[in-house]
């Protein structure tokens, strides 16, 4: 608003008629501090101006400097009010700006911290990835191990059966000469020096007699057993070895005059070999057995 704008409402602002919107306006431009407005609202007379209708009044002299005092006190309150309130709103508009800035700065803060939290959360995710990675990694290396494992596991089997395979053939052959040559197989044990005989003491009255031809190098022994009642019955030897363990040996039906002939293949050599019992089927009754010691008696 300009000086010539502004003079031109001064009357009505004077009169108190000036609506609030350009009374804002006057009271902040004379609260500048403009000495050339000011001088033209303190000249100003105060409340509505006389119009035809207004009774005039006779105007002593005498009145002239008290209404004069009267208009400057009341201009200057008037002018007083005005700057009291202009700052009154400067200060509020100061203080809202200071609480805006306040606010703006925990909004900031709050940002930061935002920030900083997206940052340890993207860390953390780049963490896991990687994490992931070498999980994945690592299963691939296991898969890997296993299928090596695994193949030569199936190679160890092959070997194993083929020695399993071996080892039967072996012992089939052990068996068919131990089986079909009692003779052979004494003549074998016979011709090694320190060859052991160990006689079977009876277990039972009238369970006969016999021995046991064994060497301590050798899987293999010789047994001759006489006098065994013989009507249906079944026999069959028990082996005690040097660990406590008692394994079963070949079974054998003795002839009419209760006598067999019975080469044993050994699950040790004969050195191992603690005790033979012979015993009668079923029911496993002992009826002759022998104890050997670890150097047979005959070495």
């Given at each position: 608003?300009?000086?010539?704008?502004?003079?031109?409402?001064l009357?009505?602002?004077?009169?108190?008629?000036?609506?609030?919107?350009?009374?804002?306006?006057?009271?902040?431009?004379?609260?500048?501090?403009?000495?050339?407005?000011?001088?033209?609202?303190?000249?100003l007379?105060?409340?509505?101006?006389?119009?035809?209708?207004?009774?005039?009044?006779?105007?002593?002299?005498?009145?002239?400097?008290?209404?004069?005092?009267?208009?400057?006190?009341?201009?200057?309150?008037?002018?007083?009010?005005?700057?009291y309130?202009?700052?009154?709103?400067?200060?509020?508009?100061?203080?809202?700006?200071?609480?805006?800035a306040?606010?703006?700065?925990?909004?900031e803060?709050?940002?930061?911290?935002?920030?900083?939290?997206?940052?340890?959360?993207?860390?953390?995710?780049e963490?896991?990835?990687?994490?992931?990675?070498?999980?994945?990694?690592?299963?691939?290396?296991?898969?890997g191990?296993?299928?090596?494992?695994?193949?030569?596991?199936?190679a160890?089997?092959?070997?194993?059966?083929?020695?399993?395979?071996?080892?039967?053939r072996?012992?089939?052959?052990?068996?068919?000469?131990?089986?079909?040559?009692?003779?052979?197989?004494?003549?074998?044990?016979?011709?090694?020096?320190g060859?052991?005989?160990?006689?079977l003491e009876?277990?039972a009255?009238?369970?006969?007699?016999?021995?046991?031809?064994?060497?301590?190098?050798?899987?293999?022994?010789?047994?001759?057993?006489?006098?065994?009642?013989?009507a249906r019955?079944?026999?069959?030897?028990?082996?005690?070895?040097?660990?406590?363990?008692?394994?079963?040996?070949?079974?054998?039906?003795?002839?009419?005059?209760?006598?067999?002939?019975?080469?044993?293949?050994?699950?040790?050599?004969?050195?191992?070999?603690?005790?033979?019992?012979?015993?009668?089927?079923?029911g496993?009754?002992?009826?002759?057995?022998a104890?050997?010691g670890?150097?047979p008696?005959?070495?």
């Amino acid at each position: 608003m300009t000086h010539d704008e502004l003079r031109a409402v001064l009357p009505p602002y004077a009169a108190g008629e000036l609506d609030e919107g350009p009374a804002e306006a006057v009271r902040s431009h004379l609260a500048t501090g403009c000495p050339d407005c000011l001088g033209a609202l303190f000249r100003l007379p105060v409340g509505r101006p006389r119009g035809r209708w207004d009774v005039s009044l006779p105007r002593a002299g005498w009145l002239a400097p008290a209404t004069a005092l009267v208009l400057a006190v009341a201009l200057a309150t008037l002018v007083g009010w005005t700057i009291y309130d202009l700052r009154q709103r400067e200060a509020e508009r100061r203080a809202e700006g200071a609480r805006a800035a306040a606010r703006l700065v925990d909004a900031e803060t709050a940002r930061a911290e935002a920030a900083a939290r997206s940052d340890t959360l993207a860390r953390a995710l780049e963490a896991a990835r990687a994490e992931a990675a070498e999980a994945r990694a690592a299963a691939g290396v296991a898969a890997g191990e296993r299928t090596r494992l695994e193949t030569e596991l199936a190679a160890a089997e092959a070997r194993v059966g083929s020695l399993l395979r071996s080892i039967r053939r072996r012992d089939a052959e052990i068996d068919r000469l131990l089986g079909g040559a009692p003779e052979r197989t004494l003549a074998d044990l016979a011709a090694m020096p320190g060859l052991g005989v160990a006689r079977l003491e009876p277990r039972a009255s009238g369970a006969g007699r016999g021995h046991l031809l064994w060497h301590p190098a050798r899987a293999a022994a010789l047994l001759y057993v006489f006098g065994l009642p013989s009507a249906r019955r079944a026999y069959r030897i028990e082996l005690e070895l040097d660990d406590g363990r008692v394994q079963p040996g070949p079974a054998f039906e003795p002839g009419p005059e209760g006598d067999a002939v019975l080469p044993i293949r050994l699950p040790v050599v004969g050195a191992r070999l603690r005790g033979v019992t012979v015993v009668e089927e079923p029911g496993a009754r002992p009826v002759l057995g022998a104890q050997l010691g670890a150097v047979p008696a005959g070495g």
